[in-house]
């Protein structure tokens, strides 16, 4: 099992930038995918970005593609999420989300373990 935790959310104007981290705990990190969603106010969970277990494999939603950076240190058992050129409609609850596989997936369903959150608001 992993306990994730994220930090790094608040406020940012569009065009900024923020950087989130995910730190889990447990062992053997690298065994597990890590993916970052959000979640908008009203709207459903969405998938934003996935590593694999290893780090050499990312796959980004299109709507972040080019602006968001993922990258992973299994030594440190951390993940984080460079975010750039940030809009309003980024704001939402950015959630790390881990599965019991390394390869990642864009279903979000199939990812087993989840943090709290952390706020990401970017006014316009």
């Known amino acids: 099992q992993v306990q994730l935790v994220e930090s790094g959310g608040g406020l940012v104007q569009a065009g900024g930038s923020l950087r989130l981290s995910c730190a889990a705990s447990?062992?053997?990190?690298?065994?597990?995918?890590i993916a970052w969603v959000r979640q908008a106010p009203g709207k459903e969970r969405e998938f934003v970005v996935g590593i694999s277990g290893g780090g050499r494999i990312t796959d980004y939603a299109d709507s972040v593609k080019g602006r968001f950076t993922i990258s992973r240190d299994n030594a440190k058992n951390t993940v984080s999420l460079q975010m750039n050129s940030l809009k309003p409609e980024d704001t939402a609850v950015y959630y790390c989300a881990a599965r019991g596989s390394p390869v990642a997936v864009t279903t979000i369903s199939r990812y087993d373990y989840w943090g709290q959150g952390t706020q990401v608001t970017v006014s316009s």
């Open positions: 447990g062992r053997t990190f690298s065994s597990y995918a």
